[in-house]
């Protein structure tokens, strides 16, 4: 596996985790560093621009396309990390006007 995965330098996500991602809470360290450590390259072969070469790249490539679950750990860290940017925050806020030719509904009779 040393073959596999190789990059020239660190992945960073300053989009959606600035902080990075062992300070942001949703990773173990152990993910946090693999991510750092392979995310380029994951990113690569997601996308189709990194040819797989190893048997494990290979496996990985199948994974992003759906053709069968995550197995490994590694790919079991892009799933959370894919799924963690895709999903969109809900914000929900209570609002309303308060009008005052209400009133009379509430008068003591």
């Not at 946090?32 to 996308?47: I, V």
């Not at 992003?64 to 894919?82: A, I, N, S």
Request: aromatic letters at 14%.
């Amino acid at each position: 596996m040393a073959e596999s995965f190789s990059v020239t330098r660190r992945f960073f996500d300053d989009k959606n985790y600035p902080r990075g991602f062992s300070r942001h809470g949703d990773y173990t360290i152990k993910e946090s560093q693999a991510l750092e450590q392979y995310g380029q390259a994951f990113k690569a072969l997601d996308s189709g621009e990194r040819t797989p070469v190893t048997k494990e790249e290979k496996d990985f490539v199948a994974f992003c396309r759906g053709e069968r679950q995550p197995e490994t750990f590694l790919e079991k860290t892009w799933h959370k990390y894919r799924s963690r940017i895709s999903t969109t925050k809900r914000v929900y806020t209570l609002s309303g006007v308060v009008g005052t030719d209400n009133l009379d509904d509430f008068s003591a009779e």
